[in-house]
């Protein structure tokens, strides 16, 4: 059952040393501001948590994993300021879950766009269902995924971020994003998916969390400049969300 709440919500549920980390918005999981500033500072939080291994990463319902940028706010953008500050918000959470100490495990039960599908790059291993298509839609509204771009190159490569990209209607199935690498295992059905969630948590969360943090930073260890390139991508994508072309094509799928 997802949530009713205008801003989203964030819940996080902490079981011996899992924490399972669930953001829900009514519209498909799509990101307020405020959530993804939510999402960041608990992110943050949990890397500091000596209690903790592992952090399972979902999203509320059956459906929709997450729709990206909330649309509203992103027709409402009227200053570069509000507009770099919007963009930053993926900025933020992309750069904190590179940051984290711990192995971030992403639970994919259905459809990401646009930011949705970086969300599911910065996560260090994915587990999906079949329903699990993704689309990056971002140049159908006068954008472009320039925030996302180097979360999702460095899990499926410059070919098929082009692919991806580059045909913005085209949904790429589960087994596609598999193929490419930012899928590690896909399911059938979401009971079969949270069977092997649980079991590969658990196993993961056994291991000596010291050699699960030099893990983490192996995976990482050539990313270090993202804290820079990522505040000047959400600079350009707010610059680009106040072009006439963007806001014309906003008005359109706004009607």
Known sequence: MSTDRSNGSLYVNIQKNIAKVEFGHPASNSFTAELLDRLTRELQKLS???GISIIVLQSEGD????AGASFDELVAISTLEEGKAFF?????LINAMRNCKKPIIGRVQGKAVGGGVGLISACDYVLATEAAAIRLSELTIGIAPLVIAPAVERKIGKAGFSELSLSPTEWKSAYWAQEKGLFSKVYETTKQLDKEVHFFSEKLASYNPEALQAMKKILWETTGHWDKLLTERAEISGRLALSPATKKALATFKK
């Open 88 to 92: 930053s918000g993926f900025a933020n």
């Open 63 to 66: 459906r929709a994993f997450c």
């Open 48 to 50: 500091d948590n000596d």
